[in-house]
């Protein structure tokens, strides 16, 4: 659509085009001082479990308002900051407030075995020779136990380097740490790979979730999904749950847990830790 063969056969970039890469351009420049600014924060939003209603953790995402840009979505400058190499200091910002607000929880709960946050990270991140160093040491210095703390990865990612990432990833489980296949069901060779991940949980994406209430062919993937995750003793996680017709679906198919607005939009960590006193009763 952007890109138009001038008459001579050569490129011709459409305004459409130049706007993009202008964006791009200007998100990479803010990107570089938003750490040291303060621009990031966190939003957390709850998974529940579906047949005791309590919240058995949440999922960090990140957040840029930035002064100039105003608020910039992660879809927008995660590619660019992996680009740059600024992901690295971001997914440390995300794990030392994740830390921070695993601590607060256990000021009134104690340690959970039952409860943990996890952070989203990139294939350039589980590629970086420094992060599973740079990850333990950010836990020990908030003294966070590992089983509080879990890691999101997309089957994408792992493909990147597929025997160094499974290597890596059970490093991390060996520890304790809980690892979330994420998206799950919009890479490629879905099944091929889930016999030999090591992972933990297993996170249906949005894109089957949308459709599950049309009892077409999206409710019989999940059906699959889900039985098949039972043979491999997965816990399963269906993401972007809007409605309580598809909770129900997803209820009565033991999905084990749920995330989306339904139960509730990603919330600031104020309004996230009164969800945990108003659900998880001492
Ligand atoms: P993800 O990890 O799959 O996160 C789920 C996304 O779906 C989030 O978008 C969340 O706000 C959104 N969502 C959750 N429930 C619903 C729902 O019911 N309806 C709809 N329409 N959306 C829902 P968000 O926060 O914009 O993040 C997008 C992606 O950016 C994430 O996808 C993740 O891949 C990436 N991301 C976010 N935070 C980080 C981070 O700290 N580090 C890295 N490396 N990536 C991140
Ligand atoms: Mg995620
Ligand atoms: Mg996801
Ligand atoms: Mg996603």
Redesign the pocket.
Known sequence: KAKERGKKGICVYSDDMNEEINRRLEITNELENAISQKEFY??Y?PKIDVRTGRVVGF?????WNSPRLGPV???EF?EL??QSGL?HM??EF?LRESCQFVKRIMVDYGPLDDFRIS????AV?LLNSGFYQSFFRILDEAQVPYYMIGL?V?ETAVMENKAYVCNQLEKFRAKGVHIYL??FGTGYSSLNYLTMLPIDIL?I??SF?DHITVKHREYQVVKMILALASVFSFTTIA????TKEQLDILQEMDCHII????FS??LLEVDAYKMVLERNPL
């Open positions: 966190l939003n939003q999922e960090s995402l990140i957040r979505p992660p879809f995660i900051a992996e992901i971001i997914g995300v952070v989203n990270v990139s991140q999101e997309t994420d998206d996170k994406d949005k979730v993401e972007g749950v809007e995330q989306g607005y339904y939009k990603p």
